[in-house]
Structures are given as C-alpha cells and as structure tokens.
C-alpha cells in the first residue's frame, strides 16, 4: 500500500466529509481515488468538478459555478469522491464557504460520499478548518517512481536501464512529482545516453529546475572530485570512509547515515571547495542556501522563508544542502541580533537534529569562535574540520593540481623552488599566482613557466601577513576543538 492510499484510507474511516489534499499531482491522486473509492464506498466512483467543465457526473446541468456544483454533489444519489480542482480560487467568498459548511452537515449524517478540495496550495478560511480534514499529499513512493521509469522505458523498446542501476536512479528520483520524473526519463531516453552518471545528470538538472523556483536555493553545478583536491587528508578520507552510505537500502538497515560536517579555517583553504567535492564524491546533488535572500524579506517573513527552504531540500534527498559563511548566515557576527535571526537560529538548530536521514549539511565557516556551542556539538554535525594554511607537501599538490589544470605538464615546473616563495600561502592565493603567470605567458604566445609564476609569488603579499592576528587566533582556537584537516604539517 503506497502512502498516498493510506493517507485517503485514514481520512475515510474518520468519515471525514470534506478532505483538502495539498498536492500539484492532480491525475496521480484521481487515478488514486479511483481505485478506493469502490472500497470505501457502496458502489462508489469519481467525480470531477473544475471551473470549466463543470461536474462531469452531473448531465444536462450547468454546474460550473461552485455552489451549484456542491449542492449537485449533496443531492446526487452517487456515492464516492466529489473532486473539486479549482476550488481554492472560489473558497474564500462567503457563499461557498456556508455551503461547505452544509455540505458537510448533509453528508456527515450518510457518510455516502466525500466531496474533495484539490490543490497544489493551501487556502483555508478560518470560518471552515474545524470542518476540512487536511492531507498533505506525501511524494511519490519508490516503488511508484519506479513504476514510471519502467513505463517509460516501454515506449522506446531498443533501448533499457540496466536493473543494477534502478535502485541508484529510483533514489535520485525521489523529491519529484510523477509528471516530472514522467517528463527527466524521456529525456534520458531520448538522449540516449543511459550509463547511471548520465541519467542522474538528467535528474539532477530537474531538481535544479524545481528548487530554482524557491529562489532562495541555487544548484551549484558540480563536477568536483577530491582529486582536485590538494592535501586535506584527514578529511579526504573521513569522506571516502563513507561513500555507498546514501542510500534507502542503508536508511532501512539502521546504517549511520552521515549527517553533517562543519569546515572552518583560514579563508582560502579549501573550505568551499570541500563541499563540492563531498557532494561529487557521493553522488549527490547540492543546493547552496543563499541566507542573505531569506533575510531580505522578498519571500516573505525571514522564519517561514527558512522553513519552506527547508522543506524544499528535505523533498528533493538524497541531496547535499551547503551553508557558507554558517557564522554570518546565521547572524552570530552582528552586535546585536534581531528576533528574525533568533527565530531562524532556534529553527535551524531543532531541523539540524530532526531531519531526515538522507539529507547532508556541508557547512563552513571562517570565524568558528562566534558559534554557539549547541551548533557544533555532536549530533548536529558528525565532524568539524579545520582547514590550516598548507604545508609544503601539500603546497607541492596544490601546484601541480593548478599549473595541470592551465595545460602545461607540471613535470615542466620547478615545484621546489616555488614552495620557497609560497610559504604561508593559502591554495587560493597559489591558485592566482598560477592564473597569472599564464596570462602573462599568453600575452607572449607561449606556455608558462616557473619564473612565470615564481614573478607573482613575490610580489603578491599573503593573507597571513595582512590578517596575521586574524589567522593566528583561527588557528589558537582550533587547536583545541577541531580535527586537523591535513596530516601533519611537513
């Protein structure tokens, strides 16, 4: 049994004459309601009213208006579901809803029929909640998203998903409605392409598409791997530990799913990047949450804002949710905070800890100091790392991973000598030193090289000299309460 039926099951059986079903599925919930209501009902069947056709039941009777179309439901000798799709954009004039309120009297006394509201929002006027029975319409379940895929793949007969990879991809599908994964897998279809990296590329930029409506929550494109990675061992294996884990078979098992991990340190030392690369590694979309857009008021109160971002993220897991700058989207670097942020912190901090399995936090931060200790304790987040300015060995990494990445072979590079000019140096600031060695060889119509970039390691001043004090109280704090990144320095 799918939990959409055992959600109108339970509703019936209260003998509930009005149900609100809050979903955007309109035909997934009829062809629902059609295979209950002969169960529920003594010879019962669908109805369905919209503001066009009228009652489709009712023959012979304009009864497009929504009075006239209740009234029909209540007389009818039909027992079954009355669906109302349109009626939410009617519901708020008084005489429809006095007579929903007699409808509900009427068939309160037989319990023949159920008259439902079908929408994808929510309106409710105060004068009629005690009499609706509200349904938030749970998504698709796995069994059912697998159902359409395999539908799908029927109407193009030459071509198949290997089964292997249906768990993989029925997972990735969860969080999108059947008309939507209806829509993703005969793109892949007709894409052709139908290895798992390919297809879960297609789901992806779906989930892209449904959460870029929020606003507030940006896809970030990733096809970063921790290869690209220099140093940050500890935490590059932390994470290799746990690949295979995101899954429903690991959620059934009672497997620890990872719930989170905070990365703080010196800016520029892979903080961001580490995110991305945890999402690449395990296979999972991730979603950054733009703070600054749920505070500025465009989506209404900054508290209901944070709520429905949540709520987006938790519909569209397994899925990686990335907080940059925690410190500052939170507001714990104000002087003083406001009630919004107070209201927003205490939300975020009861969601940290109750929230589904299969979605993972990735936070960072640069000023850790200004936490509340309830953020950082364990429960919240599996693990805080901290990310030091690089050691020589990991510079080397760093360099190579650059100059490879600009198209010249680092074989070519005196590595050695440019750990000398980098030392305290953040991988951002090699990152630049190696952008701009090549822009002035290109000026010059050649490859660049290692006085190429050996030029601007000297000139440019790190960050650990201009915020000298600001690193080492970093650093001062870190020692004590996060796990070093990185192996030991060398």
């Not at 955007?24 to 209501?37: D, Y």
């Not at 901090?349 to 364990?378: G, S």
């Not at 030029?455 to 020692?479: C, F, G, N």
Request: glycine content about 6%; hydrophobic content about 40%.
């Amino acid at each position: 049994m799918s939990a959409l039926t055992e959600q109108i099951e339970k509703a019936v059986l209260g003998r509930h004459p009005l149900l609100y079903l809050k979903t955007p599925e309109e035909s997934r919930v009829v062809e629902t309601l059609r295979q209950l209501a002969p169960n529920c009902f003594d010879e019962g069947k669908v109805s369905v009213w919209t503001c066009v056709d009228g009652l489709d039941s009712i023959k012979g009777k304009d009864t497009r208006d929504p009075v006239d179309a209740i009234k029909a439901a209540v007389n009818s000798s039909i027992n079954g579901f009355f669906v109302m799709k349109d009626l939410p954009d009617f519901i708020t004039k008084p005489e429809v809803t006095r007579s929903l309120r007699d409808a509900y009297a009427e068939l309160l006394k037989t319990g023949r029929a159920c008259i439902v509201i079908l929408s994808p929002v929510l309106v409710m006027p105060e004068t009629i909640k005690n009499e609706i029975c509200l349904v938030e319409v749970s998504l698709p379940s796995p069994e059912e998203l697998l159902n359409e895929l395999l539908a799908v793949q029927k109407e193009y007969p030459k071509k198949k998903i290997a089964e292997e990879h249906h768990s993989e991809i029925t997972l990735a599908l969860r969080g999108l409605a059947l008309n939507e994964v209806h829509h993703v897998m005969h793109r892949v279809f007709g894409v052709g392409k139908l290895e798992a990296k390919d297809i879960l590329a297609q789901i992806f930029e779906a989930k892209k598409i449904l959460l870029g409506k929020a606003g507030y929550l940006e896809y970030v494109q990733n096809s970063f791997h921790v290869d690209k990675i220099g140093g940050l061992e500890n935490l590059k294996e932390w994470a290799m530990n746990r690949v295979g884990l995101f899954t429903q078979e690991s959620v059934d098992a009672g497997a620890p799913i990872p719930r989170g991990v905070l990365i703080m340190g010196v800016s520029g030392c892979g903080k961001s990047m580490s995110a991305k690369a945890l999402a690449g590694l395990w296979h999972l979309p991730l979603f950054r949450l733009d703070m600054n857009l749920i505070f500025s008021g465009m989506y209404g109160k900054p508290e209901a804002a944070f709520h429905n971002a949540l709520k987006s993220i938790e519909s569209v897991a397994p899925a990686v949710l990335w907080i940059d700058e925690i410190e500052n989207a939170l507001g714990m670097t104000c002087e003083s905070t406001t009630s919004e942020q107070s209201l927003t912190f205490s939300s975020f901090l009861t969601w940290m800890q109750e929230r589904p399995p299969l979605v993972f936090v990735a936070a960072t931060a640069n000023r850790i100091e200004v936490l509340p200790a309830e953020v950082i304790r364990k429960g919240r987040f599996d693990h805080v790392f901290f990310c030091d300015l690089p050691g020589a060995k990991e510079r080397g990494e760093i360099i190579e991973i650059h100059v490879r990445n600009n198209g010249v072979d680092p074989a070519t590079i005196d590595i050695d000598k440019l750990l000398l000019s980098t030392k305290a140096w953040s991988g951002a600031e090699i990152e630049q030193a190696v952008i701009a060695g090549r822009v002035d060889a290109r000026k010059e119509g050649r490859d660049f090289n290692t006085e190429d970039i050996r030029k601007h390691t000297i000139s440019m001043v790190p960050l650990s000299e201009t915020m000298e004090e600001q690193v080492r109280m970093i650093r001062d704090w870190a020692y004590q309460r996060a796990t070093r990144a990185s192996k030991k320095r060398t």
